[in-house]
């Protein structure tokens, strides 16, 4: 009885500290919600980045454009 007990005990740790190691290795296996959450936002933060420097180029594309028509006009 005791042996069984103790077999029990250390058969769910040892199972609960390979669950922890997969899921930190190997987050595609696991699925590591964290993981994934931050991948997305990262995703979406990358994008967020890529519109604003669109919107930047513009801008200053426009600046340009109205400077030259100031420099023809003056």
């Given at each position: 009885m005791?042996?069984?007990?103790?077999?029990?005990?250390?058969?769910?740790?040892?199972?609960?500290?390979?669950?922890?190691?997969?899921?930190?290795?190997?987050?595609?296996?696991?699925?590591?919600?964290?993981?994934?959450?931050?991948?997305?936002?990262v995703r979406e933060l990358e994008s967020k980045l890529k519109k604003k420097d669109a919107y930047i180029h513009k801008a200053i594309e426009d600046l340009k454009k109205q400077h030259g028509r100031e420099v023809n006009s003056g």
């Open positions: 005791e042996i069984d007990l103790f077999s029990f005990i250390l058969g769910a740790v040892f199972t609960g500290a390979l669950f922890v190691l997969i899921d930190r290795l190997l987050p595609f296996i696991g699925g590591n919600r964290r993981v994934r959450e931050l991948k997305r936002r």
